[in-house]
């Protein structure tokens, strides 16, 4: 049912807050669960359109208009807008593999990770850059290929 580890992201604007419960409510349809967000049970958006639930609708509501009618028009009218929203969306990442990570060291002249780990700071500080760069490269395994601590090559 769950991908990865749980994410949060702070909402500080009504404009954002607007954005990330339009996100929200066409989840199901993006992921193709439903063909019409007002037909999908398993959110809130029937709270906001008309049957109030256990949702308070109120803030939302009244940041389209003090007017609840006008407002629940407003509402239904921006929730499905076509849009590109992006909140929290996950990006498919290339995975790099292992054997990759050293092809791209031995292109730069590091046959071993002794070799890299004796390196001066500043070299080895290049190296770790120029790796971290590479899309599909992560922290944790340049760490765990290097022998360098996660924490160096995050400060790098």
């Not at 007002?38 to 709270?47: A, C, M, P, T, V």
């Not at 929203?85 to 054997?99: G, I």
């Not at 002249?109 to 890299?116: E, N, V």
């Amino acid at each position: 049912m769950f991908q990865e580890r749980f994410k949060s992201e702070v909402v500080e604007t009504d404009v954002y807050f607007l954005i990330v419960l339009r996100y929200i409510h066409q989840n199901p349809l993006k992921a193709g669960i439903t063909q019409d967000i007002s037909k999908y049970l398993w959110s809130s958006y029937q709270d906001y359109v008309g049957n109030p639930g256990i949702t308070d609708i109120d803030f939302a509501l009244d940041v389209f208009s003090n007017d609840r009618t006008k407002a629940v028009k407003l509402f239904m009218d921006y929730s499905n807008e076509n849009n590109t929203d992006e909140c929290l969306d996950y990006t498919e990442r290339m995975a790099v593999s292992d054997k990759v990570v050293m092809d791209y060291l031995n292109e730069m002249g590091i046959t071993t990770i002794s070799q890299l780990q004796r390196l001066n700071k500043e070299r080895r500080d290049d190296v770790i850059r120029e790796r971290k760069e590479i899309e599909g490269i992560t922290i944790r395994q340049l760490a765990r290929m290097t022998g360098i601590s996660k924490s160096v090559i995050d400060r790098v």
